[in-house]
């Protein structure tokens, strides 16, 4: 476990670990690559997975030389069980694929926990904070200048700005929900004028921009989040004389006064201007919910779930149906259509998750993984109220508050929305996370904790890792096909649309919609074969996608095959 003094004897996954978090802290919110279709979320998973990689390279070499040891947590043994079920359901999946891609997102972030946990020094979180700080200045800058109407043709085109680099608004307030807390603590916590001004420009700029995001439901998580966190240091400080050590500069100096004062107007001011999106690329703000008061009454009104409730009556029938297995991971919307009866599908779109956390769990990996992810959040809490009591660190205190507000936040919003898919916002939950576990683990008045007794896993991480990198790539290039073959679709050239989506075939099919451009190619050129061919393996991928249902039908029709 790493020394939480900087001293020339660290191991070296300590001293080269902690520039690789710092390197995923910045880019990991910022990296984009426009070739693929899912531009703003692949790429991000791939620096990810390949930053994870050479932490566990490191922790390998370091437990090796035995400058590192296993320990266990509280947090493992229902993490693990809850991930053994998420597993099992695979085999219930009608999309192999898809499900094989989810748990291996998950499993990505379960390596993320460990290596955050044995890996990295709580001594350098200012660090992490005053990183997290500018790159919530650079995302909102880019952010606000959209929701001011910048028409900024040079940035990627985004389906719902302002965005930043998120690729749509209600994915920026869910990274921003969970950075604020911690650019709060920067401030709060500042003992230099330099962090100060840092993180009054971060916090206020991001908070604008929040704003700007009209994400109702990012707002309440924050809110709520901070009001619990708040609540649980008063009665920490009050009943377990809990120490915080608050002796920030914030209103000290005139200086500092003027720079709150100032964070306050601006604030005021730039948030009660209603969103002006320049972009006809981007899907538009409902326009009652683009003046900051009519946002705020919208959500009282019976449209402001957006068709949740409908779609959340619909998972209920299908967890009645499957309740102890599932629909499989990653597969509730290849079984949902069987249960909208109209309600929510379009010709054009269909519901691809049910916008709950809890309900996605039950409905796709059973009621029993829902209970050990109860099991799970549970444990947090405890481990969280444990730590608080016991450890007589005022800035490891601190730490858990701002990470559990950041979490509990990210919580929040995942109940009517899905902030885990996104790499940024998990990125932040399972770091948080581990640091919260290191704090517990190595908290004063705490018992020495037990080593591990399962020293393989240090080599497990890697191999995974290394699958999971393979994936990745393979994936990245189908969806640089995919993207191909959407814009020949749009801009009608059917022999660069076969050509496309053939390709992409090639690399696996991680999109169903594949199938039904390859098989719009092959109509167009009056080859109906083979249209109804695409069109039949599309099905198998999603049986129940009214699109290829229909385009089937079509197909049976122009061969005359009633």
Same mark, same amino acid.
């Given at each position: 476990?790493?020394?939480?003094?900087?001293?020339?004897?660290?191991?070296?996954?300590?001293?080269?670990?902690?520039?690789?978090?710092?390197?995923?802290?910045?880019?990991?919110?910022?990296?984009?690559?426009?070739?693929?279709?899912?531009?703003?979320?692949?790429?991000?998973?791939?620096?990810?997975?390949?930053?994870?990689?050479?932490?566990?390279?490191?922790?390998?070499?370091?437990?090796?030389?035995?400058?590192?040891?296993?320990?266990?947590?509280?947090?493992?043994?229902?993490?693990?069980?809850?991930?053994?079920?998420?597993?099992?359901?695979?085999?219930?999946?009608?999309?192999?694929?898809?499900?094989?891609?989810?748990?291996?997102?998950?499993?990505?972030?379960?390596?993320?926990?460990?290596?955050?946990?044995?890996?990295?020094?709580?001594?350098?979180?200012?660090?992490?904070?005053?990183?997290?700080?500018?790159?919530?200045?650079?995302?909102?800058?880019?952010?606000?200048?959209?929701?001011?109407?910048?028409?900024?043709?040079?940035?990627?085109?985004?389906?719902?700005?302002?965005?930043?680099?998120?690729?749509?608004?209600?994915?920026?307030?869910?990274?921003?929900?969970?950075?604020?807390?911690?650019?709060?603590?920067?401030?709060?916590?500042?003992?230099?004028?330099?962090?100060?001004?840092?993180?009054?420009?971060?916090?206020?700029?991001?908070?604008?921009?929040?704003?700007?995001?009209?994400?109702?439901?990012?707002w309440v998580g924050l809110i709520c989040a901070i009001g619990l966190t708040t609540f649980l240091a008063?009665?920490?400080?009050?009943?377990?004389?809990?120490?915080?050590?608050?002796?920030?500069?914030?209103?000290?100096?005139?200086?500092?006064?003027?720079?709150?004062?100032?964070?306050?107007?601006?604030?005021?001011?730039?948030?009660?201007?209603?969103?002006?999106?320049?972009?006809?690329?981007?899907?538009?703000?409902?326009?009652?919910?683009?003046?900051?008061?009519?946002? =705020?009454?919208?959500?009282?009104?019976?449209?402001?779930?957006?068709?949740?409730?409908?779609?959340?009556?619909?998972?209920?029938?299908?967890?009645?149906?499957?309740?102890?297995?599932?629909?499989?991971?990653?597969?509730?919307?290849?079984?949902?259509?069987?249960?909208?009866?109209?309600?929510?599908?379009?010709?054009?779109?269909?519901?691809?998750?049910?916008?709950?956390?809890?309900?996605?769990?039950?409905?796709?990996?059973?009621?029993?993984?829902?209970?050990?992810?109860?099991?799970?959040?549970? !444990?947090?809490?405890?481990?969280?109220?444990?730590?608080?009591?016991?450890?007589?660190?005022?800035?490891?205190?601190?730490?858990?508050?701002?990470?559990?507000?950041?979490?509990?936040?990210?919580?929040?919003?995942?109940?009517?929305?899905?902030?885990?898919?996104?790499?940024?916002?998990?990125?932040?939950?399972?770091?948080?996370?581990?640091?919260?576990?290191?704090?517990?683990?190595?908290?004063?008045?705490?018992?020495?904790?037990?080593?591990?007794?399962?020293?393989?896993?240090?080599?497990?991480?890697?191999?995974? =890792?290394?699958?999971?990198?393979?994936?990745?790539?393979?994936?990245?290039?189908?969806?640089?096909?995919?993207?191909?073959?959407?814009?020949?679709?749009?801009?009608?050239?059917?022999?660069?649309?076969?050509?496309?989506?053939?390709?992409?075939?090639?690399?696996?099919?991680?999109?169903?919609?594949?199938?039904?451009?390859?098989?719009?190619?092959?109509?167009?050129?009056?080859?109906?074969?083979?249209?109804?061919?695409?069109?039949?393996?599309?099905?198998?991928?999603?049986?129940?996608?009214?699109?290829?249902?229909?385009?089937?039908?079509? !197909?049976?029709? =122009?061969?005359?095959?009633?």
């Amino acid at each position: 476990m790493p020394n939480n003094n900087n001293n020339n004897n660290a191991p070296i996954s300590e001293i080269l670990g902690k520039k690789v978090f710092f390197f995923l802290c910045v880019t990991v919110p910022l990296v984009l690559q426009t070739s693929v279709y899912y531009y703003a979320l692949l790429p991000k998973r791939m620096v990810l997975l390949l930053g994870l990689f050479v932490l566990s390279v490191l922790w390998v070499v370091d437990f090796k030389n035995k400058q590192t040891h296993l320990e266990s947590s509280p947090i493992y043994l229902p993490l693990f069980c809850y991930l053994l079920f998420v597993i099992v359901s695979l085999y219930q999946a009608p999309n192999t694929l898809a499900a094989s891609v989810e748990i291996t997102h998950q499993i990505t972030f379960v390596c993320l926990f460990v290596l955050t946990y044995h890996i990295f020094p709580v001594h350098a979180l200012p660090t992490v904070l005053r990183l997290c700080a500018i790159v919530g200045i650079l995302v909102s800058i880019l952010g606000i200048l959209e929701a001011r109407g910048i028409n900024a043709n040079w940035f990627p085109i985004s389906n719902g700005r302002p965005s930043a680099t998120f690729a749509y608004r209600n994915f920026a307030a869910a990274y921003l929900i969970m950075s604020l807390p911690l650019t709060l603590l920067l401030w709060i916590k500042a003992q230099k004028n330099t962090d100060v001004l840092l993180g009054a420009c971060s916090t206020t700029l991001m908070a604008i921009f929040l704003i700007y995001t009209r994400t109702r439901g990012a707002w309440v998580g924050l809110i709520c989040a901070i009001g619990l966190t708040t609540f649980l240091a008063v009665i920490a400080h009050t009943r377990w004389t809990t120490p915080f050590g608050l002796t920030s500069k914030m209103l000290q100096g005139n200086t500092n006064k003027i720079i709150l004062g100032l964070a306050m107007v601006v604030l005021l001011i730039l948030g009660a201007l209603p969103p002006q999106i320049g972009s006809q690329h981007s899907r538009a703000i409902d326009e009652k919910k683009v003046g900051l008061i009519d946002a =705020l009454n919208f959500a009282g009104s019976a449209q402001s779930d957006r068709g949740r409730t409908i779609m959340w009556q619909h998972t209920f029938e299908m967890i009645q149906d499957h309740p102890f297995s599932g629909v499989g991971v990653g597969n509730w919307q290849y079984i949902y259509p069987r249960y909208d009866k109209g309600d929510m599908l379009r010709a054009d779109s269909a519901p691809e998750r049910p916008h709950n956390d809890w309900l996605e769990v039950a409905s796709e990996t059973g009621i029993a993984t829902l209970l050990l992810y109860i099991w799970l959040l549970t !444990t947090i809490a405890r481990v969280v109220l444990h730590s608080l009591r016991h450890t007589k660190d005022a800035s490891h205190n601190l730490y858990t508050l701002a990470f559990t507000a950041s979490i509990l936040a990210m919580l929040g919003h995942g109940q009517v929305s899905f902030p885990q898919e996104r790499i940024e916002t998990s990125w932040l939950f399972w770091f948080g996370l581990g640091i919260i576990a290191h704090i517990y683990t190595h908290s004063n008045s705490l018992p020495k904790i037990k080593q591990s007794s399962a020293p393989f896993a240090v080599y497990l991480v890697p191999v995974f =890792l290394m699958g999971a990198i393979g994936l990745t790539y393979y994936q990245l290039k189908f969806d640089y096909q995919y993207l191909k073959a959407f814009e020949f679709y749009k801009s009608g050239n059917h022999t660069g649309l076969l050509n496309a989506s053939s390709r992409a075939i090639k690399y696996g099919e991680f999109n169903p919609k594949i199938h039904l451009l390859q098989g719009s190619a092959y109509q167009t050129a009056g080859l109906y074969a083979q249209a109804q061919t695409s069109y039949q393996n599309g099905l198998q991928q999603h049986p129940n996608s009214p699109q290829l249902l229909k385009a089937l039908g079509t !197909t049976y029709a =122009l061969q005359r095959d009633f």
